[in-house]
C-alpha cells in the first residue's frame, strides 16, 4: 500500500544507526538519525537502548516519527543506542520481523539491527535449527543475533567477527550489548556504514545525511569487512573479516541514497549530476525543455542541461506534504495513479519538445504513465533519459526490485521499451557513464543488476528459482532461505 509513492521503484530494504553519546540520552540522538534515513524504510522504525546495565528497546510499524513520541523517547534511558527503519514487502510480517532484535546473552541483553540481506541463512539456520536453536521470527537478523549469543563468552568483538566468518551476503548492521555499540560491514561492502563523532562520543549510520540533523562529524567509511567498536573508552576501528573484493551497490549512488549523503568520499548529488551530463554526451537530442521526475531525477536533470545547453524547467510538482499512509486509496483514486503524486505544470510544458531524466526503469508502468502525462499537458515529443543502465537481473543482497520476468529491460529490446512506455526516444546511460560519474574503477562497484556479476556467489538454487519465477523480494527471501532482508 504506498498509494503516494511513485510505486515503480526499487526499494531499499533499511537504514542503522548506533550511538554513544556520553551525558545525554542516545535515544534521541538515534530518532533523529533515523528521521534522516527515513527514505532507506517506512514500514518499521525501532531503538534500542543501554543504560549501562539494561537493555530496552521500543519498535512499531509506521513512520520513524508515528512509532516515538516524547513519551517513548523518555521511556528508553542510557547513554547507548542502536536503531533501525525499514521497508518490508508485508504487512502481516512488518512488527515480527522489524528490528532491533534483541537476545539474552551471558554478557547481558544485546540488540541488533541489519541492512542487506544474507544469501547463505537457509543452510546456517538449518543447522542451527538442527541442534536445537528456536527462531522467534523469519527475519537473518535475527539469525545473526543468535550466532552473536553463541559467540559472546569471548566478547563482543569476538562475536561479531564469528558472524563475520559464518554469514554470506549483503550486510551493514549495528549491535549494542549493555556496554558496548559495534558498526561493522560485509566484505564486500555492498551497503553503506560511515562511523564518525558525536560531541564527547561517537556515532555511525548507514548514511552521513544522518549525522548532520545530531551536529555528528562523519569521519570514517568503513572499509569493507571492518568494524567500528565504541565504548567509554572511545572509538576503534578493526578489522572482523578479510576482504577480497569491494563492491559497493551502485544504486545507493543512482536513488537510494540521499543526494546530500557521501560515499567513497563524493557527495551523491554531485554524481548524479555527473551521471545527467554522461547521459547528455551520449544520448543528445534536439528538444526545448530538460524536465526531472521529481524528485531523484532532479540532479541528473540538471546535468543533462549543463551539458546540452537545454534549459532546465520543471514540469511537475511532486505532493510534498502526503508521505506515505496508511489510508488506502479507492479503486476511482488508484486509477489515478501518478495523478495522485505528480501534479503537472501546464505552462511550462504545452508545446514542448521535452527530455524527461529519471533514475531508473523497473517495470516501466509507471514511467508510461508519467510520459502520457506529458504528452496530455502538451508536450509535442518527450524524450526520455535514464541514468541507471537497464536493469537486467534481480537484487540478491536487499534490494525489493522485482523478479527478472517483470524487469522490463530483460523483456524487451530498448526500442520496443520505447514503445510501451509511449516516448518518442529512450536511453539509458551505460555501466561506464554511471560508473564515470563517481570517479571510481568499475571494480569498485556491485553491478550485478545490470550485467550479471554477482560479488558474492549466490547458490544456483537460489538464483534459478530467482530466475525463473519469483514475484518478489519475499518470495526470493523463501528461495534464499528463511527470511526477509533487513
Ligand atoms: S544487484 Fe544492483 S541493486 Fe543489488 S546490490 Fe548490486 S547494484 Fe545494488
Not at 578493526?238 to 551502485?250: E, N, Y
Not at 510534498?320 to 479503486?331: M, V
Not at 550479471?452 to 534459478?464: A, F, H, L, Q, R
Request: aromatic share 8%; hydrophobic share 40%.
Amino acid at each position: 500500500m504506498e498509494p503516494f509513492e511513485l510505486a515503480d521503484r526499487p526499494k531499499e530494504e533499511c537504514g542503522i544507526v548506533g550511538i554513544y553519546s556520553p551525558g545525554h540520552e542516545a535515544a534521541r540522538f538515534a530518532f533523529f538519525g533515523l528521521f534522516a534515513l527515513q527514505h532507506r524504510g517506512q514500514e518499521a522504525a525501532g531503538i534500542a537502548v543501554s543504560d549501562g546495565a539494561q537493555v530496552r528497546m521500543h519498535k512499531d510499524t509506521g513512520l520513524v516519527s508515528q512509532v516515538f513520541n516524547e513519551e517513548i523517547l523518555q521511556s528508553l534511558p542510557g547513554e547507548m543506542a542502536v536503531g533501525h527503519t525499514r521497508y518490508s514487502t508485508t504487512g502481516a510480517s512488518v512488527l515480527r520481523n522489524a528490528q532491533p532484535i534483541y537476545c539474552q546473552s551471558i554478557v547481558g541483553d544485546i540488540a541488533i539491527a541489519h541492512n542487506g540481506n544474507l544469501i547463505n541463512a537457509r543452510q546456517l539456520r538449518e543447522a542451527m535449527e538442527a541442534d536445537g536453536e528456536v527462531f522467534e521470527t523469519t527475519s537473518d537478523t535475527e539469525l545473526m543475533a543468535r550466532i552473536l549469543v553463541k559467540n559472546m563468552e569471548r566478547g563482543p568483538e569476538h562475536a561479531v567477527a564469528e558472524v563475520m566468518k559464518q554469514v554470506q551476503g549483503a550486510y551493514s548492521c549495528v549491535v549494542l550489548t549493555p556496554k558496548v555499540v559495534i558498526g561493522f560491514r560485509d566484505p564486500t561492502g555492498i551497503r553503506p556504514l560511515t562511523a564518525g563523532r558525536l560531541g564527547a562520543g561517537y556515532m555511525v549510520a548507514s548514511e552521513t545525511c544522518a549525522f548532520g540533523p545530531v551536529s555528528g562529524v562523519p569521519e570514517h567509511e568503513l572499509a569493507p569487512g571492518e568494524m567500528a567498536i565504541i565504548d567509554k573508552d572511545g572509538m576503534r576501528i578493526a578489522c572482523g573479516a578479510p576482504s577480497k573484493r569491494q563492491a559497493m551497490c551502485l544504486f545507493e549512488f543512482i536513488y537510494f541514497a540521499r543526494p546530500d549523503s557521501h560515499i567513497y568520499g563524493t557527495l551523491l548529488y554531485a554524481a548524479r549530476e555527473n551521471m545527467g551530463r554522461n547521459l547528455a554526451k551520449e544520448h543528445p537530442v534536439k528538444a526545448d525543455i530538460v524536465v526531472p521526475v521529481p524528485d531523484s531525477g532532479i540532479p541528473a536533470a540538471h546535468g543533462y542541461s549543463e551539458e546540452s545547453g537545454i534549459p532546465y524547467r520543471e514540469g511537475m510538482m511532486k505532493s510534498r506534504y502526503i508521505h506515505r499512509t496508511f489510508i488506502a486509496p479507492d479503486q476511482r483514486m488508484r486509477e489515478l495513479g501518478v495523478r495522485m503524486k505528480l501534479t503537472p505544470l501546464l505552462e511550462h510544458l504545452w508545446g514542448k519538445r521535452v527530455v524527461l531524466v529519471d533514475d531508473s526503469i523497473v517495470r516501466g508502468t509507471t514511467t508510461k504513465q508519467i510520459v502520457k502525462l506529458l504528452f496530455e499537458s502538451g508536450a509535442s515529443e518527450v524524450h526520455v533519459r535514464i541514468t541507471a543502465p537497464p536493469i537486467m537481473h534481480p537484487c540478491f543482497y536487499g534490494i525489493d526490485m522485482a523478479s527478472k520476468g517483470e524487469l522490463a529491460a530483460a523483456q524487451m529490446t530498448i526500442p520496443d521499451l520505447c514503445k510501451y512506455i509511449g516516448a518518442t526516444t529512450l536511453g539509458f546511460l551505460t555501466i561506464d557513464g554511471a560508473v564515470g560519474a563517481v570517479g571510481k574503477g568499475k571494480g569498485h562497484f556491485c553491478l550485478a543488476c545490470f550485467n550479471g556479476d554477482y560479488p558474492i556467489p549466490v547458490p544456483i538454487k537460489v538464483k534459478k528459482n530467482a530466475f525463473d519465477d519469483p514475484p518478489d523480494v519475499g518470495q526470493m527471501a523463501a528461495f534464499s532461505g528463511h527470511t526477509t532482508p533487513g
